[in-house]
């Protein structure tokens, strides 16, 4: 007989006998089958990225970041007259690019002699210049001025051009059409499996595609140049394909035939 001690309400507290993981029956594990297969589409990109680097030399730091803000006006000035809006040339950074913006260039060592009959040791003197560095970065999606955008930086003689960079964001019926076919051939694939040990396939258990939280644009940092400043022609860039790849992975239930 249990009693209530509290004038509230009365709590029964039962003890229960835990049952170990070992204790519990095992049930037995159903054979399966896992594959995976990938497929893949190609498409066109429909975005471009140019990083253009330059950079000016002055006598002193105010110097070399006046000429430098100079050059980078007459390249943006250059730029929106092929159409490029100003919110699309934006200054390219990196985490590590802002502490080396400007660079001191010691020059050679003179030595330079006392007046003659004055008195005094042989001084020597060494003349410092400072070089600023600057990059611009073109985005832009009519990819036919990415070939005049680098003559136009050509005619001002910057010519370090990096980081071309071309990406597709449209890519949704291509990835579906990969999808389809890589989940067709994992299933081809289990379906090949079971028959060669004499069993067949069951249902399904899982499927899945594996990718991040964020996901970039499809894109490919490569591409191929016709024409140019050497031969007189204008530069032609000629954008690759991008590959849109997915990989499936499939379980399925293996069932032994009678």
Known sequence: MYRCLALSGCFVIALVHPVLAQDRPREPTAPEIRTEASAQRAVRPDHAKVTLEFSAVGASPREAGKRLAARADSLRRKLQALGIPRDSLSTSSRWYWWRGRIETLPGPTRYVS????????????????????????????????????????????????????????????????????????????????????????????????????YQEPYGISSMTVRGGQGGGAPTEVVEPMIPVKVTVYGRWELVSTP
Not at 145 to 167: C, N, W, Y
């Open 114 to 213: 006392p007046p003659p009959g004055t008195p005094g040791p042989t001084l020597t003197q060494q003349d410092t210049a400072y070089r600023a560095h600057d990059a611009v970065e073109i985005r832009t999606s009519d990819l036919e001025k990415v070939g005049p955008a680098i003559d136009a930086a050509m005619e001002l003689g910057i010519t370090q051009i990096s980081g071309v960079h071309f990406s597709a964001t449209k890519t949704d019926a291509a990835r579906e059409e990969a999808l389809k076919e890589a989940t067709a051939r994992a299933r081809r694939q289990a379906t090949a499996m079971a028959e060669a040990i004499g069993a067949k396939l069951g249902r399904t258990l899982s499927l899945n595609t594996q990718s991040g939280a």
